[in-house]
């Protein structure tokens, strides 16, 4: 019996070791999982969708001098949702919804006919996805072409440059065509940013501030797990033949500023081996596959 007592003892004692043990060894445990957490790369998926059409009649706007006198050129009008594992992203939103169902739009000086086919709610349906889904919203910039139905989603967080969040609030905007105050009125959750953000902290979506074509806009990086680094340019170009001739729209906000971006844009592209996607550049839009198709 005393045998057995001791055994049990010792046995006791044993687990009460492996105990000790598992507890200490518990904090090494949790340290390798989340190595393995670093290096296993979350599974990020890029949706592209259609957010309508612009035909631009008077080219030469996009350039200083006479550069595109007499050009016209089509440009897409994409809008993009990033899918997260810790999150839901919408980039951009695309031309405003009044345009579905109608005759092509002219502007007043006839420099622009826009169109947009479907609304967002339904375009988002394809994935899923509804405007409650979206936790945070972020535009290249303000210009209209990229806010139009950002009303609903005022669930979100918008990310947003602080010198474009301070113009947002000014006089100078409401008097400027570009832009549509009205777009953007229910975005209430704000977060201002003071230059480049990781939105999901694990270096796979990154703002980057490109200030220039308007105060504080921006592109923005992915690191993708089959489709390597990528780059959406927002309107730091607005096609092709705009970077390769490093060629700045007449009606941005601050050339020289644009020229700098246009430097940091390219050395970082460069850098990170990323393959740049002009939004409004048909060829590059033609390239993506839509959603519900995505890159990832
Ligand atoms: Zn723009």
């Not at 006791?12 to 043990?21: G, R, T, W």
């Not at 200030?211 to 089959?226: A, D, E, I, K, S």
């Not at 601050?254 to 940091?264: F, G, H, L, N, Q």
């Amino acid at each position: 019996m005393k045998k057995l007592a001791l055994l049990s003892a010792v046995a006791l004692s044993i687990v009460a070791c492996k105990n000790d043990a598992k507890e200490e060894a518990k904090p090494v445990q949790e340290t390798t999982e989340n190595v393995v957490e670093v290096i296993q790369k979350p599974e990020v998926k890029l949706y592209t969708f259609d957010g309508g059409h612009i035909k631009v009649n008077n080219l030469n706007l996009f350039a200083q001098g006479d550069t595109y006198k007499g050009e016209t050129i089509d440009l897409a009008n994409a809008f993009y949702v990033i899918k997260h594992p810790k999150g839901n992203l919408l980039w951009d939103a695309g031309l405003p919804e009044n345009l579905v169902g109608q005759e092509p739009y002219t502007s007043p000086d006839k420099a622009f006919t826009v169109t947009r086919k479907d609304s967002i709610v339904n375009q988002l349906n394809k994935i899923d996805l509804k405007p409650s889904d979206v936790n945070y919203i972020a535009f290249s910039h303000l210009h209209f072409d990229h806010t139009g139905p950002a009303n609903h989603f005022a669930d979100a967080t918008w990310l947003v440059q602080q010198p474009e969040y301070e113009f947002s609030q000014g006089e100078e905007i409401k008097s400027n065509g570009f832009y549509s105050v009205d777009a953007i009125a229910k975005l209430n959750k704000v977060q201002q940013l003071h230059g480049d953000h990781d939105v999901f902290g694990d270096g796979t979506v990154i703002i980057k501030s490109m200030p220039g074509h308007t105060p504080g806009h921006q592109v923005l990086f992915l690191n993708l797990t089959n489709n390597g680094p990528i780059l959406l340019s927002g309107d730091l170009y607005h096609f092709g033949k705009n970077r390769t001739g490093k060629i700045v729209p007449q009606f941005n906000h601050d050339i020289p500023e644009t020229e700098k971006s246009i430097a940091k844009f390219e050395d970082f592209a460069k850098q990170n081996n990323a393959k740049v996607y002009i939004q409004h550049e048909v060829t590059d839009f033609a390239k993506m596959p839509k959603a519900p198709k995505y890159m990832n």
